[in-house]
């Protein structure tokens, strides 16, 4: 029974290691050799404009990468080549996604003078 407990027990943090070592596990090659991930989310944000659709087509290029799902342009495709990314189980995918976005997201960054700064208000909504 003690070894099933232990089992069930390192499945679990393994899972929860490989979640919290995603963007580290992203940057390796995207800060070496590959476009920095901000410049891929501004990409994504010209050609779709919300975090949904955003969201949708990056985890179907991170679930089968392929230079046919890329969003980049022939230039980057080609230097880069998307086939040799590797690709990730569609929970990874997603968690991927949610923290680049999270990370890159350009809306809190917007600076409107006049307006009170509610980013860091308890009343969210009130602009």
């Known amino acids: ?3 099933i407990v232990t089992l069930l027990i390192l499945a679990l943090s393994g899972f929860a290691a490989e979640a919290t070592l995603l963007p580290g596990r992203c940057a390796a090659c995207h800060t070496k050799n590959a476009p920095p991930l901000s410049l891929i989310y501004r990409r994504y944000l010209m050609l779709y404009s919300s975090k949904e659709r955003i969201q949708k087509r990056m985890i179907d290029f991170l679930n089968a990468p392929s230079k046919a799902k890329s969003s980049m342009p022939e230039g980057m495709k080609n230097r880069f080549n998307p086939q ?5 189980s569609p929970q990874i995918s997603k968690k991927a996604v949610e923290t680049l976005i999270e990370k890159e997201d350009l809306i809190p960054r917007i600076v409107v003078p006049g307006r009170p700064d509610t980013s860091r208000s308890e009343t969210k909504g009130i602009r």
């Open 84 to 88: 040799k990314h590797p690709a990730f």
């Open 1 to 3: 029974m003690g070894r």
